[in-house]
């Protein structure tokens, strides 16, 4: 934890936002300026708490309301498009390493077109759900070989991660030196973020304690020699968030609304790159593929 408090340092108060998901308490949002990231204040003792949620979906399969469904059939494409992202390296033992791997479903992916999969999940009801599909992750990255995959995957997970610094590091140890990392998280710079403000599912309190700029992810990166040298837009998020926020934000829900902010974030992302969530493809600094 030592290394964590250069993140919690001349933080800024920003604004308060509540859990929407479990508790209905109040958090507070401060900015940290040296890595443009906000924080999440205070973390939970029992944060792992905060996860045991009917509307915790991406630990589950539900699929019996609206946003459910949606979050379904997107969910059908968006695994496509990561299988081509890592389908695009070319690696001789196909060895990937998906950490938060949840119910298994990227995995499974992974599985059908002859990748090597690994996966670490701390929750147990996940990993549940995932041996039934015949995927058998671990629940602790330290348990796992180093130097021993050729791509390492991070889909809406790094923002859940408590010792931020040391952990990025203990991954890259397990990361081939000409390995290829890929993180993607939500982007706090986007339209639809700056549109719904202290309403932005994104922000997801306390779950997410770390709120990311495109700058915060390459200075944290660049302290361990890695470098993004690559960003891609998760296009669908956009309007699966617009929809959540919709929900939380004070009056009366509008879908098509949201539709809107959402295609809007999109379009002006298209000049300024700030899209709701981007995947970032990180590589060592000292090596390239």
Known sequence: MKKEKELYKGLKPLMSCVDHTVSKESYELLLNKDFEMMVTLPVPSDLENYYKSDD?????????????KIYQKVRKRTLQHKLAIINSFNFTEKKVLDIGSGTGDFLAT?????WNIFGVEPNEDARAISRKKGINVCSDILLLKENNFDVITLWHVLEHVVNLLEYIEIIKTKLKPNGVLIVAVPNYKSFDANYYKESWAAFD???HLWHFSQFSIKKLFSTISMKVEKTIPMKYDS???SMLSEKYKPGRTNFIKAFYVGFLSN????????????IYVIKN????I
């Open 205 to 207: 309190v306390p779950r």
């Open 110 to 114: 992974c599985k059908n077109a002859n």
């Open 267 to 278: 379009l002006k992302a298209k000049t300024t790159s700030e899209y709701s969530s981007l």
């Open 56 to 68: 915790y979906i991406s630990h589950s399969n539900a699929n019996k309301r609206v946003f459910d």
């Open 239 to 241: 309007y699966y968030v």
């Open 285 to 288: 600094t000292e090596n390239s």
